[in-house]
């Protein structure tokens, strides 16, 4: 069942990459595994999904050790406390929402000796209950991206609301691809402008057609998840 699933989003990324003149293999599929059996885990995987997103570093690092050729994928709130554990374990954080927590990144990855590639969150609809940077504070956050000598930025990640028509979300994936192909022209310092993360089970489509590369899909894959 989960092949079949699976075939049929790649489908629907692979119509939606068409309207935004990109393929299939333009797009990543991350596979939200939070709350997600073991064994679905290595079914997934069996199925040629080798990116995997997680929210809690509880429960992720369990199923890291279990997988650990994965590309690992942090996607939840960041502690401070939990940086260290967060930065050995996953290959990119997507969830990257205040100065403190990247200095914080910087910090741990410098001791590490490496480069941490990481996702700037944008709050996009500047919603209260949120987390994430404003639109408007990203520019100026990577024009002191020398201080972050330990930092890759990779891209951008957004979280819309939530809502009965994802049309409704269309102009704020068309918002934030605009700011990332503004960044794309500066040449900041340690910006790879790889990745615009947008688009989960709700709203992939519209996502991907407004020029996300990088999709998180949970329960459309796997189901509900268990409270
Ligand atoms: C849980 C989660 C997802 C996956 O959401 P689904 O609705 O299950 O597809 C995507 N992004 C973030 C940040 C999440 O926390």
Redesign the pocket.
């Known amino acids: 069942m989960l092949k079949e699933t699976l075939e049929e989003i790649k489908n629907k990324i692979k119509i939606s990459a068409l309207k935004s003149g990109r393929s299939y293999k333009d797009i990543i599929l991350v596979a939200?595994t939070?709350r997600v059996s073991v064994n679905k885990i290595k079914e997934i995987i069996s199925l040629g999904i080798n990116n995997l997103?997680e929210?809690y570093l509880q429960e992720a690092e369990e199923k890291v050790a279990l997988f650990p050729e994965a590309n690992w994928h942090f996607?939840?709130h960041l502690q401070k406390n939990k940086v260290k554990k967060i930065i050995d374990l996953f290959n990119l954080i997507?969830?990257v929402d205040s100065w403190e927590i990247l200095k914080k990144i910087n910090q741990e990855a410098e001791k590490k000796n490496k480069k941490q590639p990481v996702l700037l969150e944008v709050n996009i609809a500047r919603e209260r209950s949120k987390f994430g940077f404003f639109k408007k504070e990203v520019i100026p956050l990577l024009k002191s991206g020398a201080d972050f000598k330990n930092i890759s930025f990779y891209g951008l990640m957004a979280?819309p609301p939530l809502c009965q028509n994802p049309n409704d979300n269309r102009p704020y994936f068309k918002e934030i691809y605009q700011l990332f192909l503004e960044i794309n022209a500066y040449k900041f310092y340690n910006w790879e402008g790889k990745y615009l993360s947008m688009g989960?089970?709700?709203d992939f489509e519209i996502a991907v057609s407004e020029g996300s590369n990088l999709v998180?899909?949970?329960?459309?894959l796997f189901g509900e998840?268990n409270k």
Do not use: E, M, P
């Open positions: 939200v939070k997103g929210s996607i939840g997507h969830s979280y989960t089970s709700n998180r899909l949970g329960r459309i998840r």
